[in-house]
């Protein structure tokens, strides 16, 4: 009996690594070993990367506002220090956007970090 090598399942599986590889140059694109290993080294890079996002983005915060606090003449570590022992509870996320969009609200952040 000849060896069935159409199997339903088997196409299946190597349809969705196809798709997957679907872009891809040369062999990593039509043979399914090479684009096996390709799809599932970007599948395990792009699972790294969402959690790298995360603290990029937290920099980028980090990079703006203490950019707007040093205009009104505080460093970023203090500036977070007063916001803390006044007891103003706005994340780095907010704190950055307002930077960016409000500047005369985080000048009054500023002036309020000041005379704490």
Request: hydrophobic letters at 45%; glycine letters at 8%.
């Given at each position: 009996m000849p060896r069935a090598t159409n199997n339903p399942a088997t196409r299946r599986r190597k349809n969705k690594v196809f798709k997957a590889a679907k872009g891809y140059i040369g062999r990593r694109g039509t043979l399914i070993r090479a684009a096996t290993e390709t799809v599932e080294k970007g599948w395990a890079r792009s699972f790294g990367d969402r959690r790298k996002?995360?603290?990029?983005?937290?920099?980028?915060?980090?990079?703006r506002i203490n950019a707007a606090a040093r205009e009104h003449g505080l460093s970023y570590s203090r500036f977070?220090?007063?916001?803390?022992?006044?007891?103003?509870?706005?994340?780095?996320?907010?704190?950055?956007?307002?930077?960016?969009?409000?500047?005369?609200?985080?000048?009054?952040?500023?002036?309020?970090?000041?005379?704490a």
């Open positions: 996002k995360k603290g990029l983005y937290r920099s980028i915060w980090v990079v977070i220090s007063g916001l803390k022992q006044q007891g103003i509870a706005l994340d780095r996320r907010q704190l950055a956007e307002l930077a960016v969009n409000d500047p005369q609200g985080f000048e009054h952040l500023t002036n309020i970090v000041k005379a």
